[in-house]
């Protein structure tokens, strides 16, 4: 039996807002594991609240020049197993058997982008383990300082908080209200 969206309080972020990029890398072999995680169903999900306040983030770097592009969102929790073993590093990866944000739909791994769409310079790539990852690490060039600077306080202007170790990582401030979620992606009904 297919669930509702609806009914989880889940939204698909393309079909409210057609102007955030998506680059979905854990449904291919280009990211940290070199393995698919994600299925060909996966579709970028986030609680409502949350997809609100993203939305918000979106058009307030618009009117700087500027956009967004989402490397992932909500993730199914049994997957928060297999992210813990391939990794195992609590500055990384929620050690299990706790629950990530992302499992709550409440998190989202973002980068800025030009108001065409193109990439800007971050200082590293998604899922960089380096100490170059962290969002205070400042041996960086000015201009990408600079962007990592902006990107953190559109976020935190709307509603999110972020973490140390990862500047693309980004947590709704109201997460503890949502329920952990262990749906594959297979499941719900578009």
Known sequence: MLISLKSLDLVELLKINDKIKFQILYRTTNNFTGKVLYDRNYKCLLRTKTACKLINVQNDLEKQGYGIKIFDAYRPYSLQKQFWHLVNDERYVVKWPEASVHNRGASVDL????????????????????????????????????????????????????????????????????????????????
């Open 111 to 190: 980068t800025l982008v030009t108001s065409q769409g193109l990439d800007i310079e971050m200082g590293t790539e998604f899922d960089d383990f380096s100490e170059k990852a962290s969002g205070n690490y400042s041996k960086l060039p000015k201009i990408v300082l600079n962007h990592r600077k902006l990107l953190k306080e559109v976020m935190i202007k709307n509603g999110f908080h972020s973490i140390t170790t990862e500047w693309w990582h980004f947590n709704d401030s109201d997460y503890l209200q949502y329920d952990v979620l262990d749906y594959n992606f297979s499941d719900f009904k578009y």
